[in-house]
């Protein structure tokens, strides 16, 4: 059964580093989101990407943050200047489009922020 | 999306049924019910969803109430990998102006005992 990627697992940055976490969305799905999961916390949407633009922000995505499709497989969030309150498990998704009903889920990234 | 209320956590037997509540008492017309449900360490993964009636697939069933401000999503015989925390999440549909993200609760984190 096709799935979503993402990789690495596990990330480790420093305060003020660049970090591009990445994914593989299944291959007919012309949607992609990415959300994001404090520690103990709920799972909060960060932003959908659809025809290589975005397509809707929450107000976490702020000017710290970019997506990108750099090619006809890979989808990533970029986050430019990590803070502490970045550390998180982040989650990326894929749907067939806008409107069908299910978001299929990567088995995340764990992002570490020290 | 409208705010839905589920019990924070639950207690099941193995090999019993699950009846996972949920109450969206401002439930507008074009809301679908979206149940995920997310294992421990993994990404959310889609259970079912329904607008009217009650549905069912391989991995649970759906009853909505006839009013549709609270719906049951039954799980016919839990198993110790059914252990997760289950969201019950409101959805527009296109014609509503949906939104793309899916807006995640606290959910209810059901146990399974042996």
């Known amino acids: 059964e096709p799935e979503v990627t993402q990789t690495p697992s596990h990330q480790v940055t420093q305060m003020g580093q660049e970090v591009i976490l990445r994914c593989v969305p299944i291959s007919n799905h012309l949607y992609f989101y990415w959300y994001r999961q404090i520690l103990g916390q709920k799972v909060e949407f960060l932003v959908s990407?659809?025809?290589?633009?975005?397509?809707?922000k929450s107000e976490i995505f702020d000017d710290q943050f970019s997506v990108e499709r750099p090619d006809g497989s890979n989808f990533t969030l970029k986050i430019r200047s990590t803070k502490l309150e970045d550390s998180a498990m982040y989650f990326c998704?894929?749907?067939?489009?806008?409107?069908?009903?299910?978001?299929?889920f990567g088995p995340g990234t764990r992002l570490l922020v020290l | 999306d409208a705010k839905t209320t589920q019990p924070n956590s639950m207690e099941s037997n193995e090999e019993e049924p699950v009846h996972l509540p949920c109450n969206h008492s401002t439930i507008s017309g074009t809301d679908y019910i979206h149940w995920y449900r997310q294992l421990p360490s993994q990404g959310p993964e889609y259970v079912i969803h329904g607008l009217t009636s009650n549905v069912n697939n391989r991995m649970a069933s759906l009853a909505i109430a006839e009013d549709r401000k609270s719906s049951t999503l039954i799980l016919h015989r839990a198993t110790l990998r059914d252990a997760a925390v289950y969201y019950c999440i409101l959805r527009e549909a296109y014609s509503g102006g949906g939104a793309d993200g899916l807006t995640f609760g606290k959910g209810t984190h059901l146990i399974i005992q042996p």
């Open positions: 998704a894929s749907s067939v489009d806008r409107f069908e009903e299910t978001q299929y």
């Open positions: 990407f659809y025809n290589n633009e975005i397509s809707e």
